[in-house]
């Protein structure tokens, strides 16, 4: 049903899991990522894709989405898979592939999100789900929380307040997609049911 894409950590994958949604696979496009000892452990079915072994960035994208394919997910959720993926990618699994950011977007795309809400000096931060297009961490918004900075945080801490919150909206949003709730509607996403698009954090 669902194919996770890992690159390390995989607390979103865990997460995932323990919020009972049918993860099928994990693909890693690094072999020692520590979210293939969870997978391993649960059960569930892993793969690695070494980008490194590639030359050509089509080459290592052609193989990933062989070993995709194998497992026929409907979902595609990338949850820090850190490869940059191509046009041509990212359509195949067009209307059917998650990211989860750790930021509000569109503020702060990209990497070092904590550490730059910081120093900018905004006073909410967060994280986002949304379906994946060609543009980097952009595309519909499924679903976001709103995490309130704190006088003098450090990003480290700001990290793990938002990565609890990552925790509470990744597996709302798969949930919802696996249940056929969420309506594309141009640049924006709606859930039918009308159930809550925004999170806001209490600690
Ligand atoms: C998370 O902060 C996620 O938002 C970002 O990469 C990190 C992955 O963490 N895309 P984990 O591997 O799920 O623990």
Request: contains cysteine; charged residues 20%.
């Amino acid at each position: 049903m669902l194919v996770v894409l890992i690159s390390g950590r995989g607390s979103n994958l865990q997460a995932l899991v323990e919020a009972g949604l049918p993860v099928t696979a994990v693909i890693s496009n690094r072999g020692d990522a520590a979210g293939l000892n969870y997978a391993q452990a649960k059960g569930i079915a892993t793969a690695v894709v070494e980008h490194r072994a590639f030359a050509e960035r089509a080459a290592f994208e052609a193989a990933l989405e062989r070993e995709i394919a194998r497992f026929k997910p409907r979902l595609v959720a990338l949850a820090g898979f850190m490869r940059v993926l191509t046009p041509a990618f990212v359509e195949r699994y067009r209307n059917r592939m998650l990211n989860i950011h750790p930021s509000l977007l569109p503020a702060f795309a990209g990497l070092d999100t904590h550490a730059r809400a910081l120093a900018a000096g905004v006073k909410v931060h967060g994280c986002t789900v949304h379906f994946v297009t060609p543009e980097l961490d952009s595309g519909p918004i499924v679903v976001q929380a709103a995490v309130p900075v704190r006088a003098q945080e450090r990003a480290d801490e700001l990290a793990a307040r938002v990565l609890r919150q990552e925790h509470v909206i990744y597996p709302r949003a798969a949930r919802w997609f696996l249940d056929d709730r969420l309506v594309i509607e141009g640049a924006l996403v709606r859930v039918k049911g009308n159930d809550a698009q925004l999170v806001m954090a209490r600690d």
